[in-house]
């Protein structure tokens, strides 16, 4: 019976008072033995299969977590007040602050500019202090048994394997989200194994409870997607009300210069500093909302999380707390 068929039929047993549990994980305990042929072929040690699988069991929290729906689609301004609010911009001052050092290290050797560092480990984390609860070898071996998405997990799944055989992480403390997102910056372990870094030089890299690890493999992160040093990624600006629909969206791009003949200026009405700069103007609640111009940097920054409420908070967070 397929994985997806079972949920359902054990659900509808369930109902009817006939114990289901069993029939779950006999089939989840085959789908595991599966996974340990596969890692011993890929080279992970048996005494890390024990440690990372024995005792798993089917987590019925991420199944419900991973079907649930959103109720409602959140405008940029509601998005806003909930990535912004004062608690966190507070928090992240105080973080940076005791960190500055850091980050300035950081920042050099990757040739990152501080504020998206911090912009991206305050929403991805609230600055270190929301990592999520969920053992991850669990959750990644629920999804790829549930059957929804079971390669990608699967793949991710190998893949935080391999992160345990090699001894960066311990599974205890192997947490994440419900979909398997790790540590402080929230990678995904596939993330993890090609922009992790270990910026303390002790062997590990530890995105959990080293804090020049997390700063250092966020900036790795940009680094690699092509940030550029020293450039802005996104501005708040205005707009005239003439401005044709067509010409607003990231991939609409021209010249600042361009950009003030049509009107454009920036949100203190002032002109821009230079115009040679290409940039696009975005305008997440569409016409008569908010709008910023934005910067290959921005196009980074989505690389992290392909969202451009996303990218537009990590931008003026970090811009709020440096």
Request: charged letters at 20%; aromatic letters at 10%; a positive charge.
């Amino acid at each position: 019976m397929q994985r997806r068929a079972l949920l359902g039929a054990l659900a509808a047993t369930s109902l009817a008072g006939v114990p289901v549990a069993a029939s779950a994980q006999d089939s989840f305990g085959a789908f595991l033995s599966g996974v340990r042929a596969d890692a011993r072929r890929s080279g992970i040690r048996d005494s890390t299969l024990g440690a990372a699988l024995n005792g798993i069991s089917v987590n019925d929290k991420v199944i419900a977590a991973d079907r649930k729906q959103p109720e409602f689609t959140m405008t940029w301004t509601r998005y806003r007040s909930f990535t912004m609010s004062d608690k966190r911009i507070a928090r992240g001052k105080e973080s940076v602050a005791a960190n500055r050092a850091l980050f300035a290290a950081v920042s050099q050797r990757y040739q990152v500019d501080l504020p998206p560092i911090a912009g991206i480990w305050g929403l991805e984390s609230n600055f270190g202090t929301d990592t999520g609860n969920y053992n991850v070898i669990e959750a990644l071996a629920t999804l790829a048994w549930e059957g929804r998405r079971a390669s990608f997990f699967r793949s991710q799944l190998m893949s935080a394997l391999k992160i345990l055989d090699h001894g960066d992480v311990m599974p205890g403390r192997m947490m994440g989200s419900y979909a398997g997102a790790m540590g402080q910056p929230q990678f995904m372990p596939d993330s993890y194994l090609r922009y992790a870094v270990d910026f303390e030089g002790n062997g590990r890299r530890d995105i959990w409870d080293s804090r020049g690890d997390v700063l250092g493999s966020i900036a790795n992160y940009l680094a690699k997607s092509g940030w550029r040093y020293g450039e802005p990624s996104c501005q708040p600006i205005r707009v005239p009300p003439e401005l044709d629909a067509s010409s607003v969206g990231r991939d609409v791009k021209r010249s600042l210069g361009e950009w003030q003949r049509m009107g454009v200026r920036r949100d203190d009405g002032s002109m821009f500093g230079r115009p040679d700069p290409i940039g696009a103007v975005v305008m997440p609640d569409g016409t008569g909302g908010p709008a910023f111009m934005v910067y290959a940097n921005f196009t980074a920054i989505r690389r992290y999380n392909p969202s451009d409420y996303y990218a537009l908070a990590v931008s003026l967070l970090g811009d709020m707390v440096i």
